[in-house]
């Protein structure tokens, strides 16, 4: 059986694929996203990522945008089940 790839996503795909604001940035983040939940690779999100995310969505968005944020990051811990271990 072949191993899946392991990724790193960066700030940039995190954030298009939850705001869902450049299209075609927003297919290719889907497409790993997906592969994610399907099993064909691994991610792991850095922490750091995670910081830049909130801090960018709080200085482009608002405070409004900031509080459903938290809705945003909530589907990604859907994707994979372990992704909390």
């Given at each position: 059986?072949?191993?899946?790839?392991?990724?790193?996503?960066?700030?940039?795909?995190?954030?298009?694929?939850?705001?869902?604001?450049?299209?075609?940035?927003?297919?290719?983040?889907?497409?790993?996203?997906?592969?994610?939940?399907?099993?064909k690779a691994?991610?792991?999100?850095?922490?750091s990522v995670?910081?830049?995310?909130?801090?960018?969505?709080?200085?482009?968005?608002?405070?409004?945008?900031?509080?459903?944020?938290?809705?945003?990051?909530?589907?990604?811990?859907?994707?994979s089940p372990?992704?909390?271990?």
């Open positions: 059986m072949p191993r899946s790839a392991s990724i790193l996503p960066d700030t940039n795909v995190v954030l298009r694929y939850l705001l869902q604001d450049v299209p075609d940035q927003y297919g290719r983040a889907e497409k790993v996203f997906e592969d994610v939940r399907t099993g691994k991610a792991v999100i850095l922490e995670l910081v830049d995310c909130v801090l960018l969505a709080k200085a482009r968005h608002g405070a409004g945008r900031l509080l459903s944020f938290d809705k945003d990051l909530n589907k990604l811990s859907q994707i372990d992704a909390a271990r």
